[in-house]
């Protein structure tokens, strides 16, 4: 049998009832929810097997990180990124939006800077606030339909104060995998202001253009690894967020500790499902993995082609993650996101990310489900002309 043909992409499943976010949001509404990132998918049956595996023993103590996960990703990230890392470095987490706050917690003091490039996941706008931190946006040029830094703007906005970088990579909402180059002038900048990096690196197992690949921030060369905070999780690839369990990599001793400070009496250690789900994942699914990426390339070509066929909007090629940023400006809608609700499709603000006239829309479902919410937006927008 063919290695896609193994496993089912195309089934709806019904998620009413489950509590789901992303489903629950519109209630009864006829709306197709294509926001928050997470995918109708089931994850593979191997972590199924394996958290059923784990219950059925049917206790459900205070777990350690077991010695054998750690291990374990220590040989995926050395297989996958040539990344020769100590387990030593590896701190678990229940989650990357934990790391994010962390990381903005452990460095600096009160008032001091955390940069990021916009736009960006809602998340790494409200972070630095939180921790009583100064945020500071510096957009991202988009050149050719292609999304990328403007590093003279982002030197520019730099000041004695800036302590911190966020960065994600690769990139959600705009969907760069960034190359070695664009990464190591990055670095380059952070190294000459002494600017600590941390690098989101959740999307790193979904890029979509088979010429590119992933390059965590801190393998570019010592004293980038020596000044990154790396935070990876299997959740998105595998469709696992629920199960609250992600890892930051920190090869900087005294960064490390920082962090773990930051960390103490607040941070709940992952759940013991999230272990044996994340073993799982990151040993017996390469072939799902494989064809979960080919049939997230199909969806992402017929989002590229329905896109074309509304010309009051656009967006620039998805190189990773199974996220469309759409540029909606030339539909003279004001409230685009709204519009599309109206019409049956629930889309994510740009003004989330920090940039008004955008929509993001989230292709991680079955392609019938992808046709009949593009189809709903195409109608709305050929509807309107027509007034
Ligand atoms: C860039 C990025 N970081 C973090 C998260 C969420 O991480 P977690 O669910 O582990 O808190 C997401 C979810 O969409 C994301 O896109």
Redesign the pocket.
């Known amino acids: 049998m063919k290695k896609s043909a193994r496993y089912d992409f195309d089934t709806l499943i019904e998620r009413h009832g489950t509590a789901s976010m992303k489903w629950e949001k519109y209630g009864s509404r006829d709306i197709i929810p294509m926001w928050?990132?997470?995918m109708d998918f089931r994850s593979p049956p191997e972590v199924i097997k394996a958290i059923e595996k784990r219950t059925a023993h049917g206790i459900f103590g205070y777990t350690l990180p077991p010695q054998e996960l750690n291990r374990l990703i220590v040989s995926m990230l050395e297989k996958t990124y040539d990344w020769e890392v100590d387990p030593k470095w590896l701190v678990w987490?229940?989650?990357?939006?934990?790391?994010?706050n962390v990381a903005c917690r452990a460095i600096g003091r009160d008032n001091d800077e955390v940069m990021t490039a916009i736009p960006i996941?809602p998340?790494?706008l409200t972070a630095p606030g939180f921790n009583r931190r100064k945020l500071v946006k510096v957009p991202l040029k988009e050149e050719d339909g292609h999304w990328q830094f403007d590093f003279d703007r982002l030197e520019q906005m730099i000041t004695k104060n800036t302590r911190m970088f966020m960065l994600?990579s690769p990139h959600?909402p705009v969907g760069r995998v960034f190359s070695r180059s664009e990464l190591s002038q990055l670095a380059a900048i952070c190294h000459d202001h002494d600017i600590i990096i941390c690098s989101?690196e959740?999307?790193c197992g979904l890029i979509l253009d088979e010429d590119k690949e992933h390059i965590p921030t801190a393998t570019l060369d010592a004293a980038t690894a020596d000044r990154t905070i790396t935070?990876m999780?299997p959740?998105?690839t595998f469709n696992t967020?629920g199960l609250?369990c992600?890892f930051a990599v920190i090869s900087n001793p005294k960064l490390r500790k920082q962090f773990k400070n930051a960390m103490d009496g607040i941070v709940p250690r992952p759940n013991t499902l999230g272990y044996a789900a994340t073993m799982a994942a990151f040993s017996e699914c390469g072939d799902w993995h494989e064809a979960l990426l080919k049939y997230l390339r199909a969806n992402r070509a017929t989002v590229s082609r329905a896109i074309r066929q509304m010309p009051s909007l656009s967006m620039a090629p998805v190189e990773a993650?199974y996220l469309a940023w759409i540029d909606t400006r030339l539909s003279g809608l004001e409230k685009p996101v709204k519009f599309f609700e109206e019409a049956g499709v629930g889309l994510q603000d740009g003004i989330e990310f920090g940039s008004p006239g955008f929509a993001r829309l989230n292709f991680g479902c079955p392609r019938i489900l992808l046709e009949k919410g593009l189809n709903r937006m195409k109608t709305a927008l050929d509807n309107l002309n027509r007034k």
């Open positions: 928050v990132a997470d987490l229940p989650g990357l939006v934990t790391g994010i996941y998340p790494f994600c959600n989101d959740i999307h935070l999780a959740s998105k967020p609250g992600a993650t």
